[in-house]
């Protein structure tokens, strides 16, 4: 059974960083996406980018999205996802949620994820 834990959310003031992470056990693919989401009441669940088996790291619009300020990461030791988050605006306010999808295909895609985790939240305050 696919498990994903996030943790790491929290409450900081504009200009602040936060680290999440996201430990994932249980899964068996050979191929696959672990990725980043974002989501605010009332709006769709936002892509904000993925690791793949091979190691690649996309982010959406070519990185340009959110300035460059987020850098995903893993250990693979410890099978974990980290989103590190620099710079945080109000804006970045949301609930965000760690994915994993089978293969590389649509990794960018919410409703290609079957397994979720039950999200951290992230605040920031002006």
């Known amino acids: 059974q696919v498990q994903l834990v996030e943790s790491g959310g929290g409450s900081v003031q504009a200009g602040g960083s936060l680290r999440l992470s996201c430990t994932a056990s249980?899964?068996?693919?050979?191929?696959?996406?672990l990725a980043w989401f974002r989501q605010v009441p009332g709006k769709e669940r936002e892509y904000v980018g993925h690791?793949?088996?091979?190691?690649?790291?996309?982010?959406?619009d070519y990185g340009n999205s959110f300035g460059g300020r987020f850098t995903i990461s893993k250990d693979n030791a410890k099978n974990t996802l980290y989103l590190q988050m620099n710079g945080l605006q109000p804006d970045d306010t949301a609930m965000y949620y760690c994915?994993?999808?089978?293969?590389?295909?649509?990794?960018?895609?919410?409703?290609?994820?079957?397994?979720w985790g039950q999200g951290t939240q992230v605040t920031v305050s002006s």
């Open positions: 994915a994993l999808k089978e293969l590389k295909t649509g990794c960018a895609i919410r409703k290609f994820y079957d397994d």
């Open positions: 249980g899964y068996t693919y050979r191929w696959w996406c």
């Open positions: 690791y793949d088996t091979e190691g690649d790291i996309r982010y959406p």
